[in-house]
């Protein structure tokens, strides 16, 4: 982001996941259940209503620009939100909806293409039928490129929310604050209904407020170069066969 950027830039953007949806609870949905369509279950509906409670403490009762992914289990986590009343503006999003798998998802197809990109790169597998993590960060940039010229028009209020879904998040941040893919790699999605703020400080750089997760340990300046050498792999500079 640049200087001017960064003085256009709201206090705090904050990135929220969906509450628990049908599919969280019973991934067969997916075969007869379009996944925009996929609903949040009265447990993830309770979660929506209890970040709303903190969302409301964090934005101090101040005004929020609302970006919300197309999806309905998304739309069902703004609604239960329940601080209609701070939004100044609300913005349906395609570019932050989930990763593109498949339309209808054959079960059997779908655990065979996750063991394969557990094994090859959640960055960098694509779904056959779908995206690659890496075709998601590509359109999250172009969404950081709007949301850029949103924050120098005049009164655009000091806080962003951002209600989307678990990689979207990661993938957005990984944009946002340039780590590598390695780092990508490491991380975990949040829970369902979990925020992850990005808070403005006084140099008018951004901080990440809370962490993720990660299932295995690897710094934000790791690269493939760490991994390589870590495995044993080969040094770069020699030829392997493809």
């Not at 986590?77 to 339309?103: F, H, K, S, Y």
């Not at 790791?222 to 991994?227: Q, R, S």
């Amino acid at each position: 982001m640049s200087a001017a950027e960064s003085d256009a830039a709201p206090e705090r953007i904050v990135l929220l996941r969906h509450g628990e949806s049908e599919a969280n609870v019973d991934p067969s949905i997916y075969e007869r259940v379009p996944d925009y369509r996929i609903p949040l279950t009265a447990r993830g509906v309770a979660q929506a209503r209890e970040a709303g409670e903190r969302l409301r403490e964090q934005f101090g009762g101040r005004k929020v620009c609302v970006y919300v992914s197309p999806y309905l289990r998304a739309h069902q986590t703004l609604e239960a939100l329940g601080i209609d009343d701070l939004i100044d503006r609300q913005i349906e999003e395609p570019r932050l909806r989930e990763q593109d798998w498949v339309n209808y998802q054959d079960p059997r197809a779908i655990a065979r293409q996750t063991e394969l990109r557990n094994t090859y790169s959640h960055f960098f597998y694509r779904f056959a039928e779908g995206e690659s993590g890496a075709d998601v960060f590509d359109r999250v940039s172009t969404f950081l490129e709007t949301l850029y010229r949103h924050f120098a028009k005049p009164g655009y209020p000091p806080n962003t929310l951002v209600v989307t879904h678990g990689l979207t998040m990661r993938l957005f941040c990984m944009r946002w604050f340039h780590w590598s893919v390695e780092y990508f790699e490491s991380l975990e999605n949040p829970g369902n209904a979990e925020t992850r703020s990005l808070v403005r400080e006084p140099d008018g750089r951004f901080s990440l407020e809370r962490p993720f997760g990660q299932w295995r340990s690897a710094a934000e300046g790791h690269t493939v170069l760490h991994a390589a050498a870590a495995s044993g792999s080969a040094h770069p500079g020699v030829a392997n066969p493809a």
